[in-house]
């Protein structure tokens, strides 16, 4: 049994090396989002190879063809090609003479391509090329159920977010119905905010009759030490709760919040702040 995808691909690199001639063996998949050509797996035998700084465009790239064609692509001898010649004259300073591209496509979508390469000439016979096609396929099959269950695994997470900002509306409307008091109300609601968005402290700003203060209504934040919570005012004026409550803009800060009677200290750990405003 092989424990990772780099183990399983060492594997299939030897047990092909034994059939077909192999100095170099890649997987490159196709980025829709980017547009753009990434190296997924890369086996040498042992060789230690530097990969170019700059980037070969696509369009420039056997890849390139077999993505754009989905067709094999074999060009029996390196020294006489003269396409591609920024991709030839790499794969030549590494001895390659021969190299052999397929396509990695399955029933749903084209990945991008699987390619062998080979120091003697005429390494890849036709025959050679259809089983290295058989090859592919079972490359692009496994490749597609991997991404497939990645995407999964992002559709969840989205959905288990949406799920769970849900809750949060569900528990604020309980809150309210509760009756509860408004000191009780708003600290229920901010300890909820605190679970479910899984941030470290929130905390509810009031402004008072002048409207020259905010009233720290409900402070949520289990790490904090101090002992008045829920007792602090802060300016308007100069402070980034004050601004967000005068312009109605929310703000987020790398900073810690400015929040008087907190020591600094207090805050050490916290990355990021957002302030929205109550509306």
Not at 51 to 56: F, V
């Amino acid at each position: 049994a092989h424990r990772s995808e780099e183990e399983l691909f060492r594997a299939l690199a030897e047990a092909l090396s034994e059939v077909v001639s192999i100095s170099l063996l890649s997987v490159i998949l196709y980025d829709e989002e980017s547009h753009t050509f990434r190296l997924h797996a890369f086996e040498t035998f042992g060789r230690t190879i530097n990969l170019p700084d700059a980037k070969i465009p696509p369009d420039e790239t056997t890849i390139g063809w077999v993505y754009r064609h989905q067709l094999p692509l074999v060009i029996p001898s390196l020294r006489k090609e003269a396409r591609f010649p920024r991709e030839m004259e790499f794969l030549r300073q590494l001895g390659i003479q021969s190299n052999c591209g397929i396509p990695l496509t399955t029933a749903h979508r084209q990945l991008g391509a699987f390619s062998v390469s080979s120091e003697q000439e005429n390494a890849y016979s036709e025959e050679n090329v259809r089983f290295l096609s058989l090859v592919a396929d079972q490359v692009a099959l496994s490749i597609g159920d991997c991404l497939n269950l990645e995407a999964s695994r992002k559709i969840q997470a989205e959905l288990q977010k949406k799920t769970d900002r849900l809750k949060l509306v569900l528990e604020v409307n309980n809150s309210v119905a509760s009756n509860l008091a408004l000191g009780e109300l708003l600290g229920s609601i901010s300890v909820s905010i605190r679970q479910i968005m899984k941030c470290d402290a929130v905390c509810v700003a009031l402004p008072d009759s002048s409207q020259k203060y905010l009233h720290i209504s409900a402070f949520d934040f289990p790490a904090y030490q101090g002992d008045a919570q829920e007792e602090m005012t802060v300016p308007i004026e100069g402070t980034y709760l004050g601004n967000v409550f005068q312009t109605r803009e929310a703000y987020l800060t790398g900073h810690s919040p400015d929040l008087p009677g907190v020591e600094e200290a207090k805050w050490e750990g916290l990355q990021a702040t957002c302030i929205v405003p109550l509306l």
